[in-house]
C-alpha cells in the first residue's frame, strides 16, 4: 500500500492504483479517497514529478471516481448529455487536494492539456483554471482514449496503472482496444473504427494518424490505404468492467 495507518503517502500515483483496485475489489476505500481530497496541492504537484506518475495518476483517479458515483447512484449516468447547466461529466464531483473537479476537468483539462471538448481535438481553451493547467501532462498521449472509462458499455476496460509501466500499460491497452473495435474489409478496400477516433481525430493529428497507430500495432497492413467508417457507440451504462494490464 501506498499509505500507512498515519496517512503519510510515499506516492500518490501509487495510492491512486490502491484505489482503483479497492473500488475494483469492493474493498472499503474511504480513507484514500478522504486522503486525496486533503492533501496539499503542493504537497500532490511535488509528489507527481514524472510524467509516468501524472498519467498513472490522473487515469487511476477518472477511472476509479467513475464507479465510485456510478456505482453509488447510477441514476446519474442518465444524465449526460443535457445542454444546460451541469450533466454527469461536467459537474465538480471529484475533490482533489481540495478542487473539486468534473471528468471532463481531468480528461480534457489535465489530460488533454485543455482543448475545447466538441473541437474534435483541434482547439484549445481560451481560459484555463490555474490548478488544472499546473497538472497538465507534459504532453498530450492519444493512448488514454483507450484506457479511461467514463461508464459505457464501448468504453475500454479498466485497469490499475501503475506508475512504473505505465508506457508499456498504455501500448497494451491501445492495441487490445483497437483489435476489439476494429473491423477491416480488405476486398472493400474499407476500416470500420471506434467512434473515439472521430470525436478526439485532432489527438491523432488526424484520421490518418490515427490509422497509422492502428498499422503501428499490426491491425491493418502496412500499405493498406482504405475509407474509414465510424461505429455506433453504445452508451448503455456498464460497471465493473475490469482487465489486468
Avoid at 39 to 58: G, H, I, R, T
Avoid at 107 to 116: A, L, T, V, W, Y
Wanted: glycine residues 6%; negative net charge; hydrophobic residues 40%.
Amino acid at each position: 500500500m501506498a499509505a500507512d495507518t498515519l496517512g503519510s503517502v510515499a506516492s500518490y500515483a501509487e495510492l491512486s492504483k490502491d484505489l482503483v483496485e479497492a473500488v475494483r475489489d469492493g474493498e472499503p476505500h474511504f480513507m484514500m479517497t478522504n486522503r486525496l481530497a486533503t492533501v496539499p496541492e503542493d504537497e500532490l504537484y511535488q509528489n507527481l514529478d514524472s510524467e509516468s506518475d501524472k498519467k498513472a495518476f490522473w487515469i487511476n483517479v477518472y477511472n476509479a471516481y467513475v464507479q465510485i458515483l456510478l456505482l453509488d447512484k447510477p441514476e446519474l449516468f442518465e444524465d449526460r448529455n443535457s445542454l444546460f447547466g451541469y450533466n454527469f461529466f461536467t459537474a465538480p464531483q471529484v475533490t482533489i487536494a481540495g478542487k473539486e473537479l468534473s471528468f471532463d476537468d481531468i480528461e480534457h483539462g489535465i489530460m488533454r492539456r485543455s482543448k475545447i471538448k466538441l473541437s474534435l481535438g483541434y482547439l484549445d481553451q481560451w481560459f484555463v483554471d490555474d490548478f488544472i493547467k499546473r497538472f497538465w501532462w507534459d504532453k498530450l498521449d492519444p493512448r488514454i482514449h483507450f484506457v479511461i472509462n467514463c461508464g459505457a458499455a464501448s468504453c475500454p476496460y479498466i485497469a490499475p496503472f501503475d506508475p512504473d509501466r505505465v508506457e508499456e500499460q498504455l501500448r497494451i491497452g491501445a492495441k487490445e482496444y483497437l483489435e476489439d473495435t476494429t473491423d477491416y474489409y480488405p476486398e472493400e478496400n474499407r476500416v470500420e473504427v471506434t467512434r473515439l477516433i472521430s470525436w478526439f481525430r485532432g489527438d491523432f493529428g488526424g484520421i490518418d494518424g490515427a490509422i497509422e497507430m492502428i498499422k503501428s500495432y499490426g491491425i491493418i497492413p502496412e500499405d493498406a490505404d482504405p475509407s474509414v467508417d465510424f461505429k455506433e457507440y453504445d452508451w448503455t451504462l456498464e460497471l465493473g468492467n475490469y482487465k489486468e494490464l
